[in-house]
């Protein structure tokens, strides 16, 4: 039994279409065309879910759309929530414990992220291999208060946090659809935004092993593999983060949005492709 809000909501929801999704997706900035790939739409806008966050940035749309993808069930956020929006943490990360309680066994999580990594180029997909917690280290973690043993033990292992079979399909994927040369992989480091990095916060983080900085996902991953669900998730580099105090750039969040529109339509054949995939191979399910 869960916790009776969380339940309520996953109930209303439950009553309101007959889709159990296996699969449920997070769209990152500019990148909610994923949910437009679903068939037999049923779509929920968050101010009519009970308890539900609203969206407030400008590139989440804030729609939550059940639907199949050959065949596959599937829910899709079509806008997510960050902790500069002013939510607590747990707030930001309800979805993830609502995912659970539809069924959701796989959750595919997609962002816009800054590249670090000297060898990126804007528009490269990175593949998360691995994450740094910033705001986790100042304590403020969505784990944080009494634990619900419903969901899962007080001290969860994030060593594999990333599942490795579902990175190494992307890869296959990615190279049998012609992505080799932008599919990446490496270390995404959620900050507590929204301001962008400094130079010398850029600096610091490179030196650390990050290879891209963004202010989401890693909050929503804790708490998807606290309560056991499988992780996937890939940051489309939408920019280069300025590590250079010659360097003209300015990181604004309308040239993320443009890179994103530039990118999406691969982005979402990628993650398409690996959802029917899963279904078809037992291995990777
Ligand atoms: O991580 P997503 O939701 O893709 O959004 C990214 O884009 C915004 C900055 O442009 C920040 O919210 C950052 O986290």
Excluded at 208 to 216: C, E, F, I, K, Q
Aim: glycine share 10%; charged share 20%.
């Amino acid at each position: 039994r869960f916790s009776q809000t969380k339940k309520n909501d996953a109930d209303w929801l439950l009553t309101q279409t007959a889709v159990r999704p296996l699969v449920g997706i997070v769209c990152g900035s500019g990148l909610g065309g994923l949910a437009d790939l679903l068939k037999d739409q049923v779509a929920f806008n968050y101010r009519d879910i009970p308890n539900f966050p609203q969206s407030t940035v400008h590139g989440h749309a804030g729609r939550l759309v059940f639907g199949t993808l050959k065949g596959r069930p599937c829910v899709c956020m079509q806008g997510r929530f960050h902790l500069y929006e002013g939510y607590p943490i747990q707030k930001i990360t309800l979805p993830m414990r609502i995912f659970k309680m539809l069924g959701v066994k796989t959750v595919i999580l997609t962002n816009a992220a800054g590249g670090l990594n000297q060898d990126f180029k804007v528009g490269d997909i990175m593949i998360i291999k691995d994450h740094l917690n910033m705001p986790g280290f100042a304590g403020n973690n969505p784990l944080t208060g009494p634990n619900d043993e419903r969901f899962g033990v007080r001290f969860p292992c994030m060593s594999d946090a990333y599942d490795r079979e579902l990175l190494q399909m992307a890869m296959d994927v990615g190279s049998e659809l012609g992505y080799s040369d932008f599919l990446r992989e490496g270390v995404y480091c959620a900050l507590g935004g929204p301001s962008f990095e400094t130079i010398a916060e850029c600096r610091m983080l490179h030196k650390l092993g990050v290879d891209a900085v963004g202010m989401s996902t890693v909050h929503e991953v804790i708490v998807a593999r606290h309560c056991g669900m499988r992780v996937f998730a890939l940051s489309l580099i939408t920019n280069q983060a300025v590590m250079d105090y010659d360097s003209e750039e300015k990181a604004n969040h309308n040239e993320v949005l443009q890179t994103a529109k530039q990118r999406a339509q691969q982005l979402e054949k990628l993650v398409s492709t690996m959802v029917i995939r899963m279904k078809h191979n037992n291995n990777y399910s």
